[in-house]
């Protein structure tokens, strides 16, 4: 998961990039933490973990 100081980092660039009307912004972090979790794991979204959310959004 993004420690709150990687997403300090990170959440200018996301913001800067990203369509207005798609995810609500205090979402962004752990969905960006969701997807880093399943590259870094070569798993299935299903298989994320609870507190990254639903994986069906």
Do not use: F, Y
Request: hydrophobic residues 40%.
């Amino acid at each position: 998961m993004l420690s709150d100081a990687q997403w300090s980092e990170l959440e200018p660039l996301v913001e800067a990039c990203r369509p207005k009307a798609k995810t609500p912004p205090q979402d962004l972090q752990r969905t960006l933490s969701a997807i880093l979790w399943r590259h870094r794991n070569g798993a299935k979204w299903r298989a994320i973990p609870e507190e990254l959310g639903p994986w069906w959004r």
